[in-house]
């Protein structure tokens, strides 16, 4: 890609973003949703988290990343729903995959 289209096109991205991010905030008095799409649309935004956390926890490359990635996301996972402080989701998931790498568990 050249300089003469990347240019152009991060521009583009830039505007686009900027005119999303204000449209929220403008639009939110204006536009009423039901309580029931609301409640539709802050589950989907949990599926399609939850779904990429699985993807990135599971896969490496096209294959299977081994045990110790996915057990730290697990451990994460749980204390995150326990509410757990972040600082200690963060720890406890990156020293439980290191731990397993270390005894041999790929």
Not at 14 to 33: H, N, S
Not at 45 to 66: E, H, P, S, Y
């Amino acid at each position: 890609m050249t300089a003469t289209t990347l240019v152009p096109a991060v521009l583009v991205l830039a505007v686009g973003t900027f005119a999303f991010r204000f449209a929220g905030p403008a639009l939110r008095t204006r536009v009423r949703l039901e309580p029931r799409v609301e409640r539709l649309m802050t589950v989907a935004a949990i599926v399609l988290l939850t779904a990429l956390v699985g993807t990135q926890a599971v896969l490496d490359d096209g294959g299977f990343a081994g045990v110790a990635r996915p057990a730290g996301v697990a451990v994460g996972g749980v204390l995150a729903w326990r509410r757990a402080p972040f600082v200690v989701v963060v720890v406890a998931a990156a020293g439980t995959a290191a731990a397993l790498r270390l005894l041999g568990v790929d």
